[in-house]
C-alpha cells in the first residue's frame, strides 16, 4: 500500500501552485546571476569553494523568511526520524545503490573505489585546506538542506498532495536534474535516480531529515569519488 503524508497535510492549503512556481522562477534567476558572478574573475568572494553555497544558503534563508513556505516545510522537519533505527536501512541502502549505480554508468570497477577516493588527483590540487572546508559544509551541508525543502519538502510534496505518488516522483525528480543540468548522459541519469531515491525515502520515512543526511553524504562521497578535491 503506498505510505501516507496524510500528518503533513495540515498546512497544504497555505502554499498555492503559482508561490511554488513563483518561488522556482526567483531560484532560476538567481542561479543564472551566480553563474555570471562566477565567471567575473574579478569577483574574488565568489569561487569555487563558495559560490554555490552563498546562493544556497540566501535561498534557505528566504524559504525560512517566507511565511507560507515556512508554514507548509515545518512538518517535514521531524528530528523524531533520527531516533528511528529502521529508518538507517533507507540511508545506508541509498547509498550503497548510489554506489552500485555510479559504478554501472561511469565504468569504474567497484574494486577501484576505494583507489580513487584516496587518489591525489584533484581538480583543484592548490585548493587550502580552508577552501575545502568550506566547499565540503556548501556540498556536504548547504546544498542537501536547501535542495531537499525545496524539491522534495514542497515540489514533491505538493505533486503528492494534488498528482499522486507517481507524478510527484517523476515530475519533482525531472526537476531536480533540470537544476545540475549536464552534458552528460551518465550524469544526468545518476542525478535523475538519486533525485527518486531521495524522494521515495522521504515518502517512507516522513521526514526531510534521512534525505538530508544521504544527500550530504553522498555529496561529499561524490566530491572525492569523481576527484573534485
Not at 24 to 48: D, E, H, P
Not at 57 to 64: E, R
Not at 136 to 143: D, E, R
Request: with cysteine; hydrophobic share 55%; charged share 10%.
Amino acid at each position: 500500500m503506498e505510505p501516507s503524508l496524510e500528518k503533513m497535510q495540515v498546512h497544504k492549503q497555505i502554499l498555492t501552485w503559482k508561490q511554488v512556481v513563483g518561488i522556482l522562477f526567483v531560484m532560476i534567476g538567481c542561479m543564472a546571476l551566480g553563474v555570471v558572478l562566477y565567471k567575473q574573475s574579478n569577483i574574488r568572494f565568489f569561487t569555487w569553494y563558495n559560490g554555490s553555497a552563498i546562493i544556497e544558503l540566501c535561498f534557505i534563508i528566504g524559504l525560512i523568511t517566507y511565511s507560507p513556505t515556512r508554514a507548509y516545510l515545518m512538518s517535514s522537519w521531524s528530528i523524531r526520524a533520527l531516533i528511528k533505527w529502521n529508518n538507517y536501512a533507507w540511508l545506508i541502502g541509498g547509498f550503497v545503490l548510489m554506489i552500485f549505480l555510479c559504478s554501472w554508468l561511469f565504468q569504474i570497477p567497484l574494486e577501484s573505489t576505494w583507489d580513487i577516493l584516496s587518489s591525489p588527483i584533484s581538480q583543484y590540487p592548490l585548493a587550502e585546506k580552508w577552501q575545502i572546508v568550506l566547499f565540503l559544509l556548501g556540498t556536504g551541508v548547504i546544498a542537501p538542506v536547501f535542495e531537499e525543502a525545496l524539491f522534495r519538502g514542497i515540489i514533491y510534496r505538493k505533486l503528492y498532495e494534488t498528482r499522486g505518488m507517481v507524478i510527484g516522483l517523476f515530475v519533482s525528480s525531472l526537476t531536480f536534474t533540470f537544476a545540475h543540468l549536464s552534458m552528460s548522459l551518465s550524469y544526468t541519469i545518476e542525478i535523475f535516480v538519486f533525485g527518486i531515491l531521495l524522494a521515495v525515502i522521504y515518502q517512507f520515512t516522513r521526514s526531510l531529515s534521512i534525505p538530508i543526511l544521504l544527500h550530504g553524504a553522498w555529496n561529499i562521497f561524490a566530491a572525492f569519488y569523481f576527484n573534485t578535491l
